[in-house]
């Protein structure tokens, strides 16, 4: 057993707001108790889709796709890597991570024929949106796009952008506003994700749009 407190602990946050969350699951607490910690593990996994395995193709076997490729986080959390392609005929037919890179040429037969339904994309930008349509046409309902850009695909198609770009101007905004080179405020309606996320109003300030 755990208590709601003990949790709340843990995660940095409100034992009150962790009950509420909490509650949304089910009845699983006893109060002055806590919850039983296998089944409150169940219900969490159950409910962000942990509790089965979901098979995962990777395009682009750069640097960084090599990378993800060997990430062991990815199988404790219900990912399976189950096809790696790239079109570059240096590195198709070689092992990364105990899988071959197949060229993706195949990727539509083979995404469909292993059930695979999540995609990630880590090649160049230019070729971002032709692998996307690959995908989708393989059967892939939700893409992870680590590519610069914006991709067009079709509606019941999921897309998470990762821009690194971005998380590094955010991380350097802060740095900057610790040395007091920028005013620290809150943001409002109007900024643009980056100055909203990182704190800057919008009031009196045209905001520009940044781009990778």
């Given at each position: ?124 930008a230019s070729a971002a949106q ?15 796009n680590f590519a610069p850009g ?42 643009t994700p980056l100055l909203e ?16």
């Amino acid at each position: 057993m755990i208590s709601s407190e003990e949790l709340a602990e843990s995660a940095g946050v409100n034992s009150a707001k962790l009950r509420k969350d909490l509650s949304f699951l089910g009845s699983y607490g006893i109060r002055g108790v806590g919850y039983e910690v296998g089944t409150l593990t169940e219900e969490i996994s159950r409910a962000l889709g942990a509790h089965r395995a979901h098979r995962v193709a990777l395009v682009g076997l750069g640097n960084l796709g090599q990378a993800l490729a060997g990430y062991p986080g990815f199988a404790g959390r219900g990912f399976v890597i189950s096809a790696l392609f790239d079109s570059d005929p240096s590195r198709v037919g070689r092992d990364v991570a105990g899988l071959p890179i197949l060229d993706i040429k195949d990727a539509t037969a083979t995404c469909r024929a292993s059930g695979v339904t999540i995609g990630v994309i880590a090649v160049p930008a230019s070729a971002a949106q032709e692998v996307a349509d690959i995908l989708v046409a393989g059967g892939v309902r939700s893409i992870l796009n680590f590519a610069p850009g914006v991709l067009s695909v079709p509606d019941g198609v999921e897309v998470r952008h990762v821009d690194l770009s971005l998380e590094l101007q955010i991380l350097a905004f802060h740095e900057s506003r610790r040395a007091g080179d920028v005013p620290d405020s809150r943001p409002i309606a109007g900024s643009t994700p980056l100055l909203e996320a990182a704190g800057i109003e919008a009031a009196g300030i045209k905001a520009v749009a940044v781009t990778s």
